[in-house]
């Protein structure tokens, strides 16, 4: 599948290099209160920089964040060319929404919101569909190849099949979660976001995030008391 975010022809991106200083800034890269304060090398100043129409700018975060947003949305929608159309989706959401950019948060926390919104639209518009569907929380990291959860490089029968149910139930009873719970987790467990973090993007409070993420927690302690 072809990615649109990194086609020129698609995004008017150029290089996917990394946008450095240059020689003679373009003025108009100042586009909000307080953005001279701001780390240069940061993707909120990269982003301040897309604002103000800097296409390599925008070409550097697609490619920084293009294969994390599909690990992410694969988590949530288990289909691989699904989750890269989403990722596509997000991409193109950030250009297209560029001019309304503010630093105010972390540019993650932003990505991330919108990530999980279309997420979250999709399993809505397509419940009918998924009616099998599986969220894989033991799928191998796409970096390193290893699996949560696993101790022994060469478990044991026995140990493989206790794991593989161990898993199974995980997966079964993460899917049961309420929406918000289920997004929390995921961001939580695989993302390595903060309760503040989680709380932006789902729009709560630091309090109310961890009040979710405890009561999630909490329901998949209960209901895995057997594997524990």
Known sequence: MATLVLDNSAMGAGSASR?????????????????????PESDAAVMLRVAAGDEDAFNYLAGKYHRA???????????????????????????????SYRAEAKFTTWLYR????LAVNHAR??????????????APDEESGTRPDVADDEPSAEQKMMRDERMDAIRKHVMALP?????????????GMDYRQIGDVLKLSESATKSLLFR?????????????
């Open 19 to 39: 946008p450095g200083s240059r020689p003679d800034p373009d003025p108009s890269l100042n586009v909000a209160a307080g953005a001279a304060a701001l780390d």
């Open 69 to 99: 947003m599909i690990h992410f949305l694969f988590r949530m929608v288990r289909n691989q060319a699904v989750a890269e159309e989403l990722a596509q989706e997000v991409f193109l959401r950030v250009y297209r929404s560029r001019e």
């Open 114 to 117: 919108i990530a999980t919104n």
């Open 125 to 138: 518009d397509t419940k009918h569909e998924r009616s099998a569907q599986t969220i894989y929380l033991d």
């Open 179 to 191: 929406e918000r719970q289920r997004m929390a987790v995921l961001m939580h467990k695989y993302q």
């Open 216 to 228: 999630a927690y909490q329901t998949l302690r209960d209901k895995l008391k057997e594997f524990v």
